[in-house]
């Protein structure tokens, strides 16, 4: 499944790119900023180094399954509040960050932005970040939240997909990004009560019936998770289709 240019190949791919480069110079997606003046990872983030900086990464001790923030005291990690009583399907979340500030911005952007920049850079963040996590857990497929074609449609641009794609290639694995697929287009869960976010939901996923999973380990990328309502109903009908665990992750989880 490897996609490892050859040596010669790759040498070319790298001399277009700094030739597009020169007559090109990219922009940091957040500031628009030159990004060759002070990046060393710019090839593949286009965030620059001082936006990075900006971003309110997780460091504080989260619930493994939701990333909502829990107490901690003398080295151990309390109870969440947050999903205790939800029943989310999916075992654990992987949250680059709060939904707040730069991150929330950026998270907008991949809503909005056709080339998949921010998207792309955010996963190449989360990459970095959740590596070592990521090898561990042993993942066989990576997909994406369910996109409803008219919603696709009238945005032009399906975030998590592409996102999902990224980290896919990353992680070596199928991106089997439209698995799961929504039965009809249900309305939004902005402004929904928790309860309701689950109630609008339920019973509105199918996976595609040509997907066999045999056990799988499944990643399942959104763009921001609050309640997780909407990947526990998306882990439901995986773990009902034979995948054996469903993890989840998100550039950005909202703060509690
Ligand atoms: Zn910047
Ligand atoms: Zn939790």
Partial sequence: ???????????????????????????????????????ADAASISICSPCQRKLELIDWPVCSRCAAPVPATGGVTLDCNHCRGDKLRFQRTLALGSYEGLLRQL?????????????????????????????????????????????????????????????????????WGEMVRLVRNVPPQVGLSRPARFRNLAGEMVVGPS???????????????????????AARVLLRAGAAEVTVLVPARTPA
């Fill in 1 to 39: 499944m490897s996609r490892a240019l050859a040596p010669s190949r790759r040498w070319w791919s790298e001399a277009y790119r700094a030739g597009l480069d020169l007559l090109f110079p990219r922009r940091c997606v957040a500031c628009n900023d030159d990004l060759l003046a002070h990046d």
């Fill in 107 to 175: 998270v907008m952007r991949t809503k909005t932005d056709r080339n998949g920049v921010a998207a792309n850079s955010l996963m190449e963040l989360a990459w970095r970040r959740f590596e070592s996590q990521l090898a561990e857990l042993d993942i066989d497929i990576v997909t994406a939240v369910p996109m409803h074609r008219w919603k696709r449609w009238q945005r032009g641009v399906n975030g998590p997909l592409i996102m999902a794609r990224r980290i896919a290639e990353r992680l070596h694995v199928p991106c």
């Fill in 211 to 233: 997907y066999h999973l045999g056990a799988a380990r499944v990643l399942i990328v959104d763009d921001i998770l609050t309640t997780g309502a909407t990947c526990s109903e």
